[in-house]
């Protein structure tokens, strides 16, 4: 069948791979956004971004919106394989058929 590239189970593992991307990359996007404290710790920031700034929070909300964007961006990714995986899962049903 022209179009199938994986079997049903590895359609089917990458459908749920996909769901648990792009929840929990959401999520941390909603979280990065909103400037939660306790992800401080996974932001890249150097020096010049917590000391050297006359303005120091909005250097580090700056990195914040980046990376929170950026988790966005990786949540559409996974859901576009997700929708891969989802196509493979449909030409596998029509190929037993």
């Not at 590895?10 to 306790?38: D, E, N, Q, R, Y």
């Not at 932001?43 to 990195?63: C, G, I, M, W």
């Not at 949540?75 to 030409?91: D, E, P, R």
Request: positive net charge; glycine residues 8%.
């Amino acid at each position: 069948m022209r179009g199938l590239v994986c079997g049903p189970k590895l359609a089917a593992c990458g459908i749920v791979m996909s769901m648990w991307g792009v929840v929990m990359l959401a999520l941390l996007g909603i979280f990065f956004t909103t400037h939660s404290a306790v992800l401080i710790e996974d932001l890249s920031l150097t020096e010049e971004d917590t000391f050297k700034d006359l303005n120091p929070p909005h250097r580090v909300y700056d990195v914040y919106q980046k990376v929170g964007y950026n988790c966005f961006i990786a949540a559409a990714m996974y859901l576009v394989c997700g929708l891969f995986s989802f196509c493979q899962m449909k030409l596998n049903q029509k190929k037993v058929s």
